[in-house]
């Protein structure tokens, strides 16, 4: 499956990753194609891919039985402020139909903000925004799409590997989350390289 890799992508200081996921159609698009058509958005509003992880399928949870995600990663580049940031991610998650309700109930769109610059901040107050994603270093299906485009990639707050963390998950989560097919990857084209 083609995606890219920033040649660069080693390290969190300086980079901005966002994790995406979907496991409900909106307006006729599937799950993978909302990833597509909110990174085309969010290019529109001045949030520009550097580069973008394979899609991965991931089993619903807590509840299996609902339907499965697809899920990424991308590093992307914007001028925006954290906070600026992740309000246009809210946005995005508006526009393509996400309602939001019970806490882990299937969407037709989740953007998450996992790593600013290697930002490490508490939230002043409720709702406010914890950075790095507090629950991005123990989900498997952020993790691996993540290893696709930054390797060596370290929690700004624990200073933990990527692949430590990884490591850490449970197996049975790690076994359940696989390369999904299809192509996420709004990234330039000349960094768009096949899968070794």
Known sequence: MPFSRNAAS?????RIYIALGANQAYRGAGPLENLNHAMGFLGAAGVSAIACSRPWRTPAWPDPTDPPFVN????VQTDLGPE????????TESRFG?????????????????????????????????LPHP???????????????APNWRDPASG?????????TPQADRGACR???GVFCAAPQHLKRPRA
């Open 10 to 14: 080693n390290h969190a200081q300086g």
């Open 72 to 75: 990424a990663c991308a590093e």
């Open 84 to 91: 600026a940031l992740m309000a246009l991610l809210h946005e």
């Open 98 to 130: 996400r309602v939001r309700g019970r806490r882990n109930a299937p969407r037709t769109l989740d953007l998450d903000l996992i790593d600013y610059r290697g930002l490490v901040q508490t939230p002043a107050g409720e709702g406010g925004l914890a």
């Open 135 to 149: 629950r991005a270093a123990s989900r498997v299906f952020v993790l691996l799409p993540l290893r696709d485009i």
């Open 160 to 168: 933990a590997s990527l692949q430590k963390l990884i490591a850490a």
């Open 179 to 181: 390369p999904a097919g």
